[in-house]
């Protein structure tokens, strides 16, 4: 056991969560779920995604939520961009309003490539390579997500090996910090911990993150298992939103206000204030006008009650 002493959470709720609303998400509303994060402590935001609006009609107002958003110091805000189309759109607003972080966005399984991004793994690498080229050329750091690591709704349990290939080819055209998604919420601690021991062959602990959706409940135990291995960057969603449109029936990322419960249990410093954390997530979900996925956000709002 080597648990990390502190960990960095991604809240990706403005973008893997809202993703995926069925109803429309105005814009002011999602520049305020980015300026509670904030002020929750968060220093990294997954803000929104610079993908087709007519796949992803939710993030059709990617430009107008980064202009809108109020900077803070020493936060870190990124952007999903699948080619260049969407990164020339990501840095066509003025430099300030530029993401620090751009996210190319591949899957071990060939099925769901196809699904999510329109093209094979090997066609995704290649339109991700001037991608990573250009980013890195202007200062912008490049995250890559390597979607169904452990299971795929459509080819159903994936390989270590198919996630080790694709950490390499990540890799080979300089993506420099890759996530490990379990896009479906399919994993189990063992599994999950086979496809990150599969990215370590390629990256560095640093430069490893876990993205674990909580579909079927196990994504606490999924980052517990990757605490254990020396994982310290998680991705998770304030409310617990979210889910990918291209995976049916796949449920929001692991609430971030359980993440943060669970490692302030542990004595693990995220430099978040739990409080407004679960404030934040509240403001969201009344606009979707819904509860908190989150059983560590009931459990205090009732304490809070009483
Ligand atoms: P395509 O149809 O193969 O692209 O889509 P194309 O290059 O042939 O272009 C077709 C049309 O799309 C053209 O417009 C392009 O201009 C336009 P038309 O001439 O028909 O009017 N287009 C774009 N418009 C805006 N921004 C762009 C862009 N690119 C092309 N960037 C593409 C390929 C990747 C664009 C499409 O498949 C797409 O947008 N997919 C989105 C998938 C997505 O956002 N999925 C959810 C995010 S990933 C996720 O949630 C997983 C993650 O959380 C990790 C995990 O949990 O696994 C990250
Ligand atoms: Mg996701």
Not at 196 to 202: G, K, Q, V
Not at 219 to 228: D, Q, Y
Request: proline share 5%; glycine share 10%.
């Amino acid at each position: 056991m080597k648990l990390p002493t502190h960990v960095k959470i991604v809240d990706v709720g403005p973008r893997d969560g809202l993703q995926n609303e069925k109803q429309p998400v105005p814009a002011d509303v999602k520049i305020g779920l980015v300026h509670r994060l904030q002020d929750a402590g968060l220093r990294e935001i997954e803000v929104t995604s610079f993908v087709s609006p007519k796949w992803v009609p939710q993030m059709a107002d990617n430009a107008e939520v980064m202009h809108g958003i109020t900077r803070k110091a020493g936060v870190r805000y990124s952007v999903l961009t699948p080619n260049m189309k969407g990164f020339e759109a990501a840095i066509a607003a003025p430099r300030e309003e530029w993401p620090d972080e751009i996210v190319v966005f591949g899957a071990a399984s060939e099925a769901f490539s196809q699904k999510n991004i329109n093209c094979s793994i090997a066609e995704s690498i290649e339109r991700f390579a001037p991608v990573v080229a250009a980013a890195r050329d202007k200062g912008i750091y490049v995250r890559g997500a390597m979607s169904c690591t452990v299971g795929c709704p459509y080819e159903g349990e994936i390989a270590p090996e198919a996630v080790g290939r694709l950490a390499k080819l990540m890799k080979d055209i300089g993506v420099q910090h890759v996530g490990v998604a379990d896009t479906i919420g399919v994993g189990t601690p063992v599994k999950v911990q086979r496809a990150i021991e599969a990215t370590l062959a390629h990256y560095g602990i640093d430069d490893v993150s876990g993205h674990y959706h909580d579909t079927y409940g196990q994504a606490l135990g999924n980052t517990l298992a990757s605490l254990e291995m020396g994982v310290w960057q998680y991705d998770t969603s304030s409310a617990g939103l979210g889910g990918c449109p291209y995976a049916k029936g796949a449920t929001g990322n692991v609430a971030t206000e359980d993440v943060v419960y669970m490692l302030q249990g542990m004595g693990i410093e995220t430099g978040i204030d739990l409080d407004k954390l679960i404030d934040a997530g509240v403001y969201i979900s009344q606009a979707l006008g819904r509860e908190p996925n989150s059983r560590a956000s009931k459990a205090i709002r009732t304490k809070r009650a009483g």
